[in-house]
């Protein structure tokens, strides 16, 4: 059994979930959000036997956090399953992009999702906020694991996941949730628990499950911190909930749990920041992103100077223009890439006087080169297709997408991952 590791009690600041019977809880974190589904033709649905996959996902929790005191589950499921070395993110190493490669094998100039803020010429801003931005399908290309199950006739739910809200090719997941990260933690475990045991016509074979515990702190207090730990010892309690209740309900021989992260976090500081306008002049440019990396439109007639003047500015960034990014790093093959693209040396912050005056980020920052040890992303799995005991080397998040269709028995749709690379982690 998994013992839940001691952690502080959340505060819920929803009065109206304090008040909720645990039935009514129970109800409101199962059923279908209120935003109605695009209505898709009926699909056979088969039996109910073959294996489902919980994919849970750890935002910033770094992949050698599973080293620290508080990560008493995560490593219990690391003995007895896979865990990697270390989980290689894709350019730029945040949240929104990192999310949908995971569940799409894409890298991000492939599916569209190239930042957490970006700029397209026809559907005009996407911000993480903006539920109507999120929510709309055209921003999202390629094809989430989510429709591939409910496509060939396996029900799929969603606890959060980025692009879950958006009818993509006309499918949702049969159960969604809209995002509120103040949704308590251990309801959401207990919700996904309640999806795999619903009746063999609803039953869900393909589950995402969220939580930002980690990321936040990382951000606001810094990896190496004692808020991290607080916050590495929340999630792992979860772990643990989730992993009683799946054998509780005797679902261990189908149920596999894939636990990941998006990147990892480095350590910031006053100074080790770029500011843009010590540089140049603010009215030259749009200014669509920044932080670890600065996505830059500069006006028009005013590319060639604002891109020669950066070049010079500082040691501590790199200056490309579009299409002249390293290829390793996948970041040319899109048009929502500004024209010029700016990445900050490891702990380093790119913005202006005025942004950092709101918001300073000086604890913790991610979205640096993706090879960058720093931001390693946790793997570490567990269930009936994995072996046991065993250590992954090193490997891309492009993979997962294969990896998951290979374990329900899914044909993928066309992506930039193979099965090769992650086919060592299953049993033969």
Same mark, same amino acid.
């Given at each position: 059994?998994?013992?839940?590791?001691?952690?502080?009690?959340?505060?819920? @600041?929803?009065?109206?979930?304090?008040?909720?019977?645990?039935?009514?809880?129970?109800?409101?974190?199962?059923?279908?959000?209120?935003?109605?589904?695009?209505?898709?033709?009926?699909?056979?649905?088969? &039996?109910?036997?073959?294996?489902?996959?919980?994919?849970?996902?750890?935002?910033?929790?770094?992949?050698?956090?599973?080293?620290?005191?508080?990560?008493?589950?995560?490593?219990?499921?690391?003995?007895?399953?896979?865990?990697?070395?270390?989980?290689?993110?894709?350019?730029?190493?945040?949240? /929104?992009?990192?999310?949908?490669?995971?569940?799409?094998?894409?890298?991000?100039?492939?599916?569209?999702?190239?930042?957490?803020?970006?700029?397209?010429?026809?559907?005009?801003?996407?911000?993480? &906020?903006?539920?109507?931005?999120?929510?709309?399908? %055209?921003?999202?290309?390629?094809?989430?694991?989510?429709?591939?199950?409910? @496509?060939? *006739?396996?029900? %799929? *739910?969603?606890?959060?996941?980025?692009? &879950?809200?958006? %009818?993509?090719?006309?499918?949702?997941?049969?159960?969604?949730?809209?995002?509120?990260?103040? /949704?308590?933690?251990?309801?959401?475990?207990?919700?996904?628990?309640?999806?795999?045991?619903?009746?063999?016509?609803?039953?869900?074979?393909?589950?995402?499950?969220?939580?930002?515990?980690?990321?936040? %702190?990382?951000?606001?207090?810094?990896?190496?911190?004692?808020?991290?730990?607080?916050?590495?010892?929340?999630?792992?309690?979860?772990?643990?909930?989730?992993?009683?209740?799946?054998?509780?309900?005797?679902?261990?021989?189908?149920?596999?749990?894939?636990?990941? $992260?998006?990147?990892?976090?480095?350590?910031?500081?006053?100074?080790?920041?770029?500011?843009?306008?010590?540089?140049?002049?603010?009215?030259?440019?749009?200014?669509?992103?920044?932080?670890?990396? #600065?996505?830059?439109?500069? @006006?028009?007639?005013?590319?060639?100077?604002?891109?020669?003047?950066?070049?010079?500015?500082?040691?501590?960034?790199?200056?490309?223009?579009?299409?002249?990014?390293?290829?390793?790093?996948?970041?040319?093959?899109?048009?929502? =890439?500004?024209?010029?693209?700016?990445?900050?040396?490891? #702990?380093?912050? =790119?913005?202006?006087?005025?942004?950092?005056?709101?918001?300073?980020?000086? *604890?913790?920052?991610?979205?640096?080169?993706?090879?960058?040890?720093?931001?390693? $992303?946790?793997?570490?799995?567990? *269930? +009936?297709?994995?072996?046991?005991? /065993?250590?992954?080397? +090193? /490997?891309?998040?492009?993979?997962?997408?294969?990896?998951?269709?290979?374990?329900?028995?899914?044909?993928?749709?066309?992506?930039?991952?193979?099965?090769?690379?992650?086919?060592?982690?299953?049993?033969?």
């Amino acid at each position: 059994a998994f013992s839940r590791s001691p952690c502080h009690p959340q505060r819920v @600041k929803l009065s109206t979930l304090r008040w909720l019977s645990p039935l009514l809880l129970f109800t409101v974190a199962c059923s279908r959000s209120n935003a109605p589904s695009v209505p898709v033709s009926p699909r056979p649905r088969p &039996s109910t036997n073959g294996q489902a996959v919980v994919l849970l996902s750890l935002d910033g929790f770094r992949w050698d956090y599973l080293d620290r005191p508080a990560a008493i589950n995560l490593r219990r499921l690391s003995q007895q399953g896979v865990h990697a070395l270390r989980m290689v993110p894709s350019f730029p190493s945040i949240t /929104f992009p990192n999310h949908y490669t995971i569940v799409t094998g894409l890298y991000p100039e492939h599916h569209g999702i190239i930042d957490n803020t970006m700029r397209d010429s026809s559907l005009g801003w996407f911000r993480m &906020s903006d539920t109507a931005a999120v929510r709309n399908a %055209a921003w999202w290309g390629g094809e989430p694991i989510w429709v591939t199950a409910e @496509k060939q *006739g396996r029900h %799929a *739910g969603a606890f959060f996941w980025p692009g &879950s809200e958006a %009818a993509i090719e006309g499918v949702r997941p049969s159960r969604w949730m809209t995002f509120n990260d103040r /949704f308590p933690n251990a309801p959401r475990v207990d919700s996904v628990l309640a999806w795999l045991t619903l009746p063999d016509s609803q039953a869900m074979s393909m589950i995402t499950l969220y939580y930002s515990d980690v990321d936040h %702190a990382g951000h606001a207090a810094g990896p190496d911190s004692p808020q991290v730990d607080s916050a590495i010892a929340r999630v792992d309690s979860m772990i643990g909930r989730l992993m009683d209740g799946i054998a509780a309900r005797g679902l261990g021989g189908r149920v596999n749990v894939i636990v990941v $992260a998006d990147h990892g976090m480095t350590a910031t500081a006053p100074d080790r920041v770029v500011f843009l306008d010590d540089y140049i002049s603010l009215n030259d440019v749009d200014i669509v992103s920044s932080g670890a990396i #600065g996505a830059l439109t500069p @006006k028009p007639g005013k590319l060639d100077e604002v891109y020669r003047k950066l070049e010079d500015a500082n040691p501590h960034i790199a200056v490309y223009r579009k299409g002249e990014v390293p290829a390793r790093l996948h970041y040319n093959d899109n048009p929502r =890439i500004t024209p010029i693209v700016l990445l900050a040396d490891e #702990g380093w912050i =790119i913005t202006t006087h005025a942004q950092f005056a709101v918001r300073k980020l000086l *604890g913790g920052e991610h979205g640096y080169d993706n090879q960058l040890s720093s931001m390693g $992303a946790l793997f570490v799995a567990r *269930g +009936p297709a994995f072996r046991e005991g /065993f250590t992954m080397l +090193p /490997f891309q998040n492009i993979h997962i997408y294969d990896l998951i269709c290979r374990i329900m028995a899914l044909t993928p749709a066309p992506n930039d991952g193979s099965l090769d690379s992650t086919r060592a982690m299953l049993r033969q």
